[in-house]
T-cell receptor, first 115, second 116 residues
Framework: DTEVTQTPKHLVMGMTNKKSLKCEQH?????MYWYKQKAKKPPELMFV???????INESVPSRFSPECPNSSLLNLHLHALQPEDSALYLC??????????????FGEGSRLTVL | AQSVTQLGSHVSVSEGALVLLRCNYS??????LFWYVQYPNQGLQLLLK??????LVKGINGFEAEFKKSETSFHLTKPSAHMSDAAEYFC??????????????FGTGTRLTIIP
């Protein structure tokens, strides 16, 4: 069983909807990540939070808005998405963002379909 | 910039045969290297990692990989394939190992199919 929990597992939304993806970990990790994965492609980094502060934004469009309410939770707010945003969204965590070994713990993902 | 190249987007082996998945890296500094596995409709799971020290690393499910600096390679092997090994395998390199930055760069993946 994964120690990073993502909800919902599946989400279908229209282009005018507002929805959120949620991620939770209880491993005491202080770095959390959002990745986007299109079919048959590797994961692409979107955002990194370190100690609840946004550390990296990989030039992601503003229709994706991350939020880290506390060290265990990570949200991704979605608004006015496009059909090409349909993908598997993966949350991950790691012990720290610096001084670590690069090992990430992934959730099972939220599969998003934008109509 | 660091990168990894996975040779072969699809690999098929017979059950019980040797599994060999190839990964070559490009890095101007000593890299941290990883193999992750992704089963259908699931997230990624770490198989094994190389940071420093012993160049032959053993991972879960009987997999191992050898870091060869002279060949800039980190190939993944398993002596005997099992049906449950069918999955997508990603090689990855840490983007900034000097700072321990956890930004990973993934290869394009290799889909492993096991033939009964």
């Amino acid at each position: 069983d994964t120690e990073v929990t993502q909800t919902p597992k599946h989400l279908v939304m229209g282009m005018t909807n507002k929805k959120s993806l949620k991620c939770e970990q209880h491993m005491g990790h202080r770095a959390m990540y959002w990745y986007k994965q299109k079919a048959k492609k590797p994961p692409e980094l979107m955002f990194v939070y370190s100690y609840e502060k946004l550390s990296i934004n990989e030039s992601v469009p503003s229709r994706f808005s991350p939020e880290c309410p506390n060290s265990s939770l990570l949200n991704l707010h979605l608004h006015a998405l496009q059909p090409e945003d349909s993908a598997l969204y993966l949350c991950a965590s790691s012990r720290t963002i610096t001084g670590g070994t690069g090992e990430l713990f992934f959730g099972e993902g939220s599969r998003l379909t934008v109509l | 910039a660091q990168s990894v190249t996975q040779l072969g987007s699809h690999v098929s082996v017979s059950e019980g045969a040797l599994v060999l998945l190839r990964c070559n890296y490009s890095s101007s500094v000593p890299p941290y290297l990883f193999w992750y596995v992704q089963y259908p409709n699931q997230g990624l799971q770490l198989l094994l990692k190389y940071t420093t020290g012993a160049t032959l690393v053993k991972g879960i499910n009987g997999f191992e990989a050898e870091f060869k600096k002279s060949e800039t390679s980190f190939h993944l092997t398993k002596p005997s394939a099992h049906m449950s090994d069918a999955a997508e395998y990603f090689c990855a390199v840490s983007k900034d190992p000097n700072s321990g930055n956890e930004k990973l760069t993934f290869g394009t993946g290799t889909r492993l199919t096991i033939i009964p």
